[in-house]
């Protein structure tokens, strides 16, 4: 459902916009006529005479460059007796020799003003063509209109003194009245003004009627408001319910593939014991060697149905009672002990300190299923390893670790984890397509060490990986 749109007389707006526009020119008026009256009170108090201050700086230039033997000192001392933008000394070329300003030294005079037949001094409002810098500080811009006067020093050698036209005002300002020009221009700035606040007033009662149409504009913008709200509300209620059923299809479609894959992981090893013994039904007089051949595989096909069938009574019990474990502090030596019947495993030594708070039977049963998921998955050997504190920086985390905790590292050598497959890997029935197995195994260990408070972390590369288990140490541990 669309939203229904607010529409506001355009003529109101329009009416407020001529009200804005008059007040706009009419205090534009009123600035610049005050803005003409101060430029031109300005002007009329200008005083003449700059042939005279200018000799007079000359005189003073040319004594210090004079006094002193080094061009560079004598530049730089006459600008600051004279707090003039710059000084600067040219020859015959036209060319910068020394200046306040170092960056000059080296630039030609581009003012064909200045090139003229020498006269005794020479005066020119224009910009240098050059940035004028002191201190190494840019003060004056390359295209800053700027004051310069030339005067002739010895030798053919020219001074060129910069003068900012602001302070120079200042050094020429005087004060003889306010002339008739300044009165009238002023006055009719004042006259504006009056009409600038004339029209804000005119423009406030317009206002005021604009009002009462934007408070009823908003009014239906709120029911507005109010509708898009349910509609929203509406369109995230179907979505929920889309997800719902999405969710209820994906676990249909779970059920469905975990009854046909449990189907065949039963079938198999059960199809081998019937087999075995038939054949040994069949065979009355076969061989001792063969029998006992026939026996062991029943009985490691009869061991795979008892993990199998045990692995799903122990997930029905988790999901409907949960786990309950006795946690006590367990040394590595205990936890070998009960790791000892595992095979193709590289145990390592546990330091003679480490402990953990754990459940004995619950963690070898955890560090079981990952030995065996690492020689079903990675390489042929695995390693077991007792660590104080996480040693690598984890590509994956499960539950909270443990604050200085004491960890048990199942490694192995193998081609690695998929990094796309990586954060499902201890979730229920996931496991890759061509890969043995019911999907169980690490998500049943998951359950298991956070029943026990734990912790897993894993890091994974393509030369194998590692899943630490971690619990807390011991108190008596930490004393």
């Known amino acids: 459902m669309e939203n229904p749109t607010v529409t ?57 460059i004079q006094q002193e033997n080094d061009l560079d000192t004598a530049v730089r001392t006459a600008r600051n007796r004279l707090g003039i933008l710059a000084v600067s000394v040219i020859d015959t070329d036209f060319t910068y020799v020394a200046s306040s300003s170092p960056n000059l030294v080296g630039a030609s005079v581009d003012i064909p003003f200045f090139r003229r037949d020498p006269l005794p001094m020479r005066a020119l409002t224009a910009p240098a063509g050059h940035p004028i810098h002191i201190d190494g500080i840019e003060e004056a811009t390359s295209d800053l209109a700027m004051y310069q006067v030339l005067i002739p020093v010895d030798d053919g050698a020219m001074a060129l003194m910069f003068y900012d036209l602001r302070d120079l005002t200042v050094r020429r300002a005087t004060s003889d009245g306010i002339t008739p020009v300044t009165l009238l221009l002023g006055s009719l700035g004042v006259l504006f003004v009056v009409a600038t606040a004339a029209l804000i007033a005119g423009r406030a009662g317009a206002r005021r009627r604009i009002i009462a149409v934007i408070e009823e504009a908003k009014e239906l913008e709120m029911r507005a408001d109010e509708l898009a709200q349910h509609n929203r509300s509406l369109s995230e209620a ?148 007792f660590t104080e504190g996480l040693l690598f920086e984890p590509d994956l985390t499960i539950g909270e670790p443990p604050h200085d905790g004491r960890y048990v590292v199942v490694s192995d050598d193998g081609p690695g984890i998929d990094p796309d497959f990586l954060p499902r890997i201890f979730e229920k029935f996931e496991k890759r397509s061509d890969s043995p197995g019911t999907g169980l195994g690490l998500y049943l260990a998951r359950l298991m060490v956070e029943a026990m408070g734990g912790s897993i972390a894993v890091t994974t590369g393509p030369t194998g990986s590692s899943i630490a288990v971690g619990g807390p140490t011991p108190l008596e541990a930490t004393l």
């Open 8 to 64: 506001i007389d355009t003529r109101n707006v329009a009416v407020s916009r001529y009200w804005l526009a008059g007040i706009l020119l009419a205090a534009s008026a009123a600035l610049v006529a005050l803005f003409a009256a101060v430029v031109n009170q300005i002007d009329a108090t200008r005083p003449v005479g700059e042939g005279e201050l200018f000799a007079s700086d000359a005189a003073l230039v040319a004594e210090v």
């Open 238 to 385: 179907r979505s929920a319910a889309e997800r719902a059923l999405a969710l209820a299809e994906e676990k249909n479609r779970i059920r469905s593939e975990f009854v046909l894959m449990i189907n065949h992981e039963l079938n198999t090893p059960l199809t081998g014991v019937v087999t075995s013994a038939e054949l040994m039904a069949a065979h009355p007089d076969m061989s001792a060697e063969d029998r006992q051949h026939l026996v062991n595989a029943m009985i490691q096909q009869g061991d795979l149905l008892k993990r199998l069938v045990s692995r799903m009574l122990t997930l029905a019990r988790l999901e409907n009672r949960g786990l309950g474990y006795s946690l006590r502090p367990v040394s590595g030596d205990a936890l070998i002990a009960d790791l000892s019947s595992v095979a193709r495993s590289d145990i390592a030594d546990p330091p003679a300190s480490w402990s953990v708070m754990t459940d004995p039977e619950g963690m070898a049963s955890v560090l079981s299923a990952f030995v065996e998921n690492a020689l079903t998955h990675g390489g042929d050997t695995v390693r077991i390893a």
